[in-house]
């Protein structure tokens, strides 16, 4: 089993569990004694110290306590605050019967103006120093990984900043285990518990997504191989307070030499959290894209809640069949990956009535504005692509909708025309060059997709590629782009993105040898009309964003917490009465009912009220109900 006693052994490989023995307070002074004895040195203690309470400590002038003690408040996920000493205090009681902090690391590291100018075994010449200065005591987490290869964890900075107090402006740190793709999920629900000593990880996944651009040379401690099948799982580090201290540049600081920590008795109340079965608080891992690899995370609550939506929205009005079509957990993996994304592309636009001006239905366009409003509520970068001939429909239908409150802000709206080799790559990247993506997700909500034959096909086998623009090849250019996930929203096969489900398209929906779209999306989102695929999109990111699971994870563990109840993100959410006024003004403008080609107050045959009416409000009433209750 996986445990961690005073011989501890993590078998990632062979057990689910994991179960954390507290030392007896007897071994953890002899081995306090061993380490004043100097028989033990500061290399070996990273094989000792498993199963005894650590702690990272930071010494600082009085005079900077506050600043630091707010640091560790407002980025407890690597630095979980468990003692403040007094000035000159060497002392801490909470932690240890008989300890004395100036001999009781086995290294510590001397700052001068932000400089390391000492590696020290004891801070006893330093006593006067120390006695106008404050103590820090930061949990550590019980080291994880394979022990087989008898090495310390893996420790890296990253490019995700901290938040800011005053001069303590730094970047994270993160230890690294390698844990097989199998046992992400149990590893994560046996750490996520333990939120007073960093917890569960703050990134699953390829390491340059967070900054860090090659394993095999830490910042600290040692490189540990990965085997086939692991996947490099990220906590946030102590070791962070080192940086802090560095930022600050005070004339003098100390902290412990990483991997040479505080050694605790393990005093009641340090025991580490069993897993939690409240599904609120409960993680599950999913892998959200695999160029580069990448996992979220997601509480049981907020997963429960999500396939509750996907499955309200699979209802089939218009018995087209669209059940064999669907994939699962497609609209909880694209929500994630939407979740993570700064900056979204969405399109749309099925011109299906070839023989009216417009040819646009009003199927699309109100899924496509209620993802935005979401999106625009989370504080992402959000763009509309549709075809050049209806930019200026298009462009006044936003505007009023920014005046009906059914958007807050305008939608910048833009065409492609795939004039040469490269349009797509430069249309989708900055200078044309896919590692710096200008868009992170693109979505497409009823939007005509290529079949294999180069057409566009209505579900009535009419071709209308002169009404299509190539937007089809920003999506294929996309899949070759590390970094950029497609989603595609659709309701009979022949939209652009259901190429991941085209042979079953051929195989049961009628035309569907003809019809079915060739370009495969990420996530495919089956929907019985595929405006309801945008709501529950829209009320999907809603969900996770009062996660504290995944928020959590989407921050790393950096910064306060943002889960409020005040803010813009429940009005954004689509209601009955914003997607009527939508529709009203789509007929407005002559945009019809896709299968009935009717001027009026339905989509695909079906009438607003109270089909659609219907729908909304049983994805609203998901939605804002606590999450546990779904």
């Not at 996986?2 to 030392?23: D, K, N, Y």
């Not at 090495?151 to 097989?180: E, H």
Request: proline share 7%; charged share 20%.
């Amino acid at each position: 089993s996986l445990q961690v006693s005073a011989s501890v052994s993590f078998r990632f490989r062979s057990a689910p569990m994991l179960r954390l023995t507290p030392l007896r307070p007897s071994l953890a002074s002899v081995f306090r004694e061993l380490m004043l004895d100097g028989t033990r040195r500061a290399r070996d203690i990273s094989g000792m110290e498993e199963g005894f309470r650590m702690a990272s400590v930071v010494i600082l002038h009085k005079d900077l306590a506050d600043s630091f003690e707010s640091f560790c408040h407002a980025n407890s996920g690597p630095l979980p605050l468990l003692y403040r000493s007094k000035p000159g205090e060497f002392q801490c009681p909470k932690l240890s019967g008989s300890s004395d902090i100036r001999t009781l690391c086995t290294q510590y590291y001397k700052f001068e103006k932000g400089e390391l100018t000492g590696q020290l075994p004891s801070l006893m010449e330093n006593t006067e120093d120390l006695s106008n200065m404050v103590t820090f005591y930061l949990k550590a987490r019980v080291p994880l990984g394979d022990t087989d290869q008898k090495r310390a964890a893996s420790i890296y900075k990253t490019l995700v900043p901290c938040f800011d107090v005053g001069r303590f402006q730094c970047n994270l740190v993160v230890s690294m285990r390698p844990v097989p793709e199998g046992k992400l999920e149990a590893v994560t629900q046996a750490t996520h518990p333990a939120h007073d000593s960093h917890g569960a990880p703050i990134h699953i996944g390829h390491p340059g997504l967070i900054g860090v651009e090659d394993l095999s040379r830490p910042d600290y401690g040692d490189a540990v191989e990965l085997s086939q099948g692991d996947v490099p799982v990220f906590w946030a580090c102590g070791v962070t307070g080192l940086e802090a201290v560095k930022s600050c540049k005070p004339p003098l600081a100390f902290t412990h030499s990483p991997g040479c920590m505080f050694v605790s008795d393990c005093e009641k109340g340090l025991s580490t959290a069993a897993p939690s079965p409240d599904p609120i608080d409960t993680p599950n891992v999913f892998c959200i894209s695999q160029q580069p690899l990448h996992f979220s995370l997601a509480s049981s609550a907020a997963v429960k809640s999500i396939r509750a939506l996907e499955t309200q929205i699979g209802a089939d009005p218009g018995e087209r069949g669209i059940k064999a079509l669907f994939v699962p957990d497609e609209l909880l993996k694209a929500c994630l990956s939407l979740s993570h994304a700064a900056s979204v592309l969405i399109t749309t636009g099925f011109p299906t009535h070839f023989n009216h001006n417009p040819p646009e239905e009003t199927d699309g366009p109100p899924g496509a504005i209620a993802m935005a409003a979401m999106l625009q509520a989370l504080g992402k970068q959000v763009a509309i692509v549709t075809d050049h001939r209806a930019l200026e429909m298009n462009r006044r239908i936003i505007e009023d909708a920014v005046e009906e409150g059914i958007l807050k802000t305008p939608v910048p709206l833009l065409s492609f025309q795939d004039s040469s080799a490269d349009s797509a790559l430069r249309f989708l990247c900055y200078d044309g060059d896919p590692k710096t993506p200008r868009y992170d997700h693109l979505v497409a909500i009823e939007r005509a997709g290529m079949a294999a034959d180069g057409n566009y096909y209505n579900m009535r086998k009419v071709n209308i590629k002169h009404l299509v623009d190539p937007i089809d090849a920003l999506f294929t250019a996309a899949s070759t782009i590390p970094g950029i996930s497609t989603t595609g929203i659709g309701d009979g096969g022949n939209e652009l993105g259901m190429g991941k489900v085209r042979d079953a398209v051929r195989r049961y929906m009628p035309q569907g040898e003809l019809i079915a779209c060739d370009v495969a999306a990420d996530f495919t989102i089956i929907a019985g009309v595929s405006n309801w695929g945008g709501y529950a999109v829209a009320c999907a990111l809603h969900t996770l964003h009062y996660c504290p699971v995944h928020q959590r994870y989407l921050r790393k563990a950096v910064g306060p917490p943002t889960l409020t109840h005040t803010g813009p993100w429940t009005s954004a959410l689509p209601s009955v009465r914003k997607e009527e006024k939508l529709l009203e003004i789509l007929v407005k403008y002559g945009i019809r009912s896709g299968k009935t080609g009717n001027l009026g107050m339905e989509v695909d045959g079906l009438p607003f009220h109270d089909t659609h009416s219907s729908m909304i409000q049983s994805l609203l009433d998901i939605t804002v109900q606590p999450l546990g209750t779904a």
